[in-house]
Nanobody
Framework: QVQLVESGGGLVQPGGSLRLSCAAS????????MGWYRQAPGKQRELVAT???????NYADSVKGRFTISRDTAMKTVYLRMNGLKSEDTAVYFC?????????????????WGQGTQVSVSA
């Protein structure tokens, strides 16, 4: 079973930077795409950035030019570099991954979420 573990959240002042990491683990699997989403109190979960295995990226307009999504070569870990943080970036950030799980010898599709990591931007 494929699992995601996020890290790197915390409290930062406006204008500061953080880097989130999301590591995928399991027996045998391949990942087609990974992404970051966030959910602020009282709001729906929204897309922040996504990255496909081929290298295509997609960013929310609100983070373009400030956030950068990247990955390791094997696409088992994805990162989100966040610069110029604003108070409105405060949210729980969730990692998402979709791919195929070969743990049982079959290429079963999966779409999974991490547990979330809190990012708070405040003076």
């Amino acid at each position: 079973q494929v699992q995601l573990v996020e890290s790197g959240g915390g409290l930062v002042q406006p204008g500061g930077s953080l880097r989130l990491s999301c590591a995928a683990s399991g027996s045998r699997f391949s990942i087609n795409a990974m992404g970051w989403y966030r959910q602020a109190p009282g709001k729906q979960r929204e897309l922040v950035a996504t990255l496909t295995f081929a290298g295509s990226t997609n960013y929310a307009d609100s983070v373009k030019g400030r956030f950068t999504i990247s990955r390791d070569t094997a696409m088992k870990t994805v990162y989100l570099r966040m610069n110029g943080l604003k108070s409105e970036d405060t949210a729980v950030y969730f990692c998402n991954a979709e791919g195929l799980d070969y743990g049982l010898g079959l290429g079963l599709p999966f779409n999974i979420w991490g547990q979330g990591t809190q990012v708070s931007v405040s003076a």
